[in-house]
C-alpha cells in the first residue's frame, strides 16, 4: 500500500472467502492500484479465511460488530 494514498477503497466483509481472493486478485490487477490507493477490509467478524486473504494482499484491516452500515461507519 502506498504511504500517502490518493483514495481508499472500503470492502465490508463477513465470512467472505469465497470471493474475497478473486475480487482483490482483480481489483489489484488493474493499472495504478497499488500505487495510488489504499485497500480497507472492515470485518464484521468472520470465520473463515477471509482475514487470512486480506493480509496475503497488505490489505489495510480493521474490524468491527456485523452489519455493513456499521463497518461503513468504523472504515
Do not use: M, T, V
Given at each position: 500500500m502506498?504511504?500517502?494514498?490518493?483514495?481508499?477503497i472500503i470492502?465490508?466483509?463477513l465470512n467472505e472467502a469465497a470471493s474475497l481472493d478473486h475480487s482483490l486478485a482483480r481489483l489489484f490487477a488493474l493499472e495504478g492500484v497499488?500505487?495510488?490507493?489504499?485497500?480497507?477490509i472492515c470485518?464484521?467478524?468472520?470465520e473463515d479465511a477471509s482475514l487470512e486473504?486480506?493480509?496475503?494482499y497488505d490489505c489495510r484491516i480493521v474490524h468491527s460488530d456485523a452489519g455493513r452500515a456499521r463497518q461503513m461507519n468504523i472504515a
Open positions: 502506498p504511504d500517502n494514498p490518493q483514495f481508499s470492502i465490508p466483509i497499488a500505487d495510488l490507493c489504499e485497500i480497507i470485518d464484521g467478524g468472520s486473504i486480506a493480509k496475503q
